[in-house]
């Protein structure tokens, strides 16, 4: 019979394959082809040429996305202080400033079905859901979408991207056999190894997405992965380092290859609700030092909400429309970078807020970002 582990011991099977993110994602670039540098201390840029890139979405009070500002729109607060623009492009749907969007401009939409972190009724509705994303206007989608499933064995791509929605959905219906939750062990162990398995395979998503240029929107349906106990880090200086180095790697991976992340949870979306799914706000804080690090900070609904997206718990309309709201949101948005100031502190977490000079209008970009000397 297993014994009960105490808070202590709770991370330590996942935390072995949390820490080898950067050597996993490293090791899937081979054959040739580039490697994608993944690894706990991000390589710094040389300080004199460091720029940050923010992808920005701006909002009205309905949730609708502005185009048509300009860079005189835009105020960047890093870490409290004002930064000055060293770049700025807007980009609305197919056009950039009247020109056609060039494929390092334009956004690619990844809709990725998790059979790991859901029941097989969940899996059967995403299914059905997205077909209907798919064949909507007659199968006219309005920017490039991936199809992508997470069995375990990673996110497998099921067509390459296109705005074909018909052809799109005939790919998923070729591969709903596949479709479906394998059995997995149940309670704290089955948790530990969908976490590991889920965490990986965002990762390697990323990853593999950072070789490509432009913006990439992963709308990733799955109620997340589990919240286990809190860890009490304080007692375990070693666990506390390997959460929090994959806290930056993570955020770092995402940043750099331009990945904002939804999280949209399919059975809640269609009308449920559960006190259990808000459990994630408690972990949004970022975390900025090696005491403060917890696994709940890694869960799928904080990435979203950090990476400058959203976790979708609740909502009236179905999950198909779900779907078209963060498409249509996603069409407009707005690329600013920045230089940064050179900093002598490992890791060190850097505020970002961004904002326009119009009433009623919302910035949406990433909480932060991890610099290094």
Same mark, same amino acid.
């Given at each position: 019979m297993a014994k009960h582990l105490g808070n202590s011991a709770i991370a330590r099977p996942l935390l072995l394959a949390v820490a080898a993110l950067c050597v996993t994602a490293g090791a899937a670039a081979q054959d040739g082809q580039p490697q994608v540098q993944i690894q706990a201390q991000p390589q710094p840029q040389p300080r004199e040429i460091r720029r940050i890139g923010l992808d920005v979405v701006v909002t009205d009070k309905s949730g609708k996305a502005i185009p048509g500002l300009s860079a005189e729109n835009f105020s960047v607060l890093d870490n409290g202080q004002p930064a000055k623009l060293a770049s700025f492009l807007a980009v609305d749907g197919a056009s950039t400033s009247g020109a056609p969007v060039k494929p390092d401009e334009a956004t690619q939409i990844l809709i990725l079905l998790d059979t790991v972190n859901s029941s097989l009724t969940s899996v059967a509705y995403q299914r059905e859901q997205v077909d209907i994303f798919l064949r909507k206007n007659e199968g006219k989608l309005e920017l490039p979408v991936s199809i992508f499933f997470f069995n375990g064995d990673g996110a497998k791509r099921l067509a390459p991207a296109s705005r074909d929605g018909?052809?799109?959905?005939?790919?998923?219906?070729?591969?709903?056999?596949?479709?479906?939750?394998?059995?997995?062990?149940?309670?704290?162990?089955?948790?530990? *190894?969908?976490?590991? /398995? #889920?965490?990986?395979? !965002?990762?390697?998503?990323? +990853?593999? @997405?950072?070789?490509?240029? &432009?913006?990439?929107?992963?709308?990733?349906?799955?109620?997340?992965?589990?919240?286990?106990?809190?860890?009490?880090?304080?007692?375990?200086?070693?666990?506390?380092?390997?959460?929090?180095?994959?806290?930056?790697?993570?955020?770092?991976?995402?940043?750099?290859a331009r990945v904002t992340l939804y999280c949209i949870d399919p059975i809640r979306t269609a009308g449920g609700a559960s006190l259990n799914w808000y459990r994630y706000q408690s972990y949004l804080k970022p975390v900025t030092k090696i005491?403060?690090? *917890?696994?709940?900070? /890694? #869960?799928?609904?904080? !990435?979203?909400?950090?990476? +400058?997206? @959203?976790?979708?718990?609740? &909502?009236?309309?179905?999950?198909?429309?779900?779907?078209?709201?963060?498409?249509?949101?996603?069409?407009?948005?707005?690329?600013?970078?920045?230089?940064?100031?050179?900093?002598?502190?490992?890791?060190?977490?850097?505020?970002?807020?961004?904002?326009?000079?119009?009433?009623?209008?919302?910035?949406?970009?990433?909480?932060?970002?991890?610099?290094?000397?």
């Open positions: 018909n052809a799109l959905a005939a790919a998923l219906d070729k591969e709903a056999p596949n479709l479906r939750p394998i059995p997995r062990a149940q309670g704290f162990y089955g948790a530990v *190894d969908r976490i590991q /398995l #889920s965490i990986s395979a !965002l990762s390697l998503l990323a +990853g593999e @997405e950072g070789r490509t240029r &432009g913006r990439k929107v992963l709308i990733w349906l799955s109620p997340g992965w589990s919240l286990l106990p809190r860890t009490d880090s304080t007692n375990d200086r070693k666990q506390a380092e390997a959460i929090f180095q994959s806290i930056v790697s993570m955020s770092t991976i995402l940043r750099q005491n403060n690090a *917890d696994l709940g900070d /890694l #869960s799928l609904q904080v !990435l979203a909400q950090q990476s +400058g997206g @959203e976790a979708v718990g609740y &909502g009236s309309d179905y999950l198909s429309g779900q779907i078209g709201t963060v498409v249509s949101t996603s069409s407009s948005y707005y690329y600013l970078s920045f230089v940064t100031a050179p900093t002598d502190r490992k890791d060190d977490f850097h505020t970002l807020k961004v904002t326009v000079d119009k009433p009623g209008l919302t910035a949406h970009t990433r909480a932060g970002y991890y610099d290094q000397p």
